[in-house]
């Protein structure tokens, strides 16, 4: 049976928000390794908010392990700009969609007050 994780993250800079490792990097070599400890055969990453290149980080690492690894990612939906990138998004290596968590505080009214559409 193939274990696969659904939820991790990868990241090159910024500070995680508990429970999150606290460390400055997380990338593809340390997760395949604690994959490797696990028994975990692949994983969904899920691009942090805290690192504005972690999606970045992510399409690198499904690029070089297609197998393993695949992408839901965030793109800002209180960014104009970021409405311009759906319509390709899913054209990036691995990228299967996005993915919402809204935790932060300024994040819990988005649902209602139009930020999300």
Known sequence: MQVVNAQV???SS???MAPHLQVSHYGADELLREMANAGVDAALIHSPSWDS???????????AHPNRFAILGYLPPDL?????????????????GLR??????????????????
């Open 9 to 11: 993250h990868i990241w």
């Open 80 to 96: 104009v700009q970021s409405r311009a990138l759906i319509d390709s998004w899913k054209r990036q290596p691995g990228v299967l």
């Open 100 to 117: 919402y968590a809204l935790v932060r505080p300024e994040q819990q009214s988005w649902h209602a007050d139009g930020t999300m559409d």
């Open 14 to 16: 910024g500070t995680p």
């Open 53 to 63: 290149r972690s999606h970045e980080i992510a399409v690198e690492a499904a690029r």
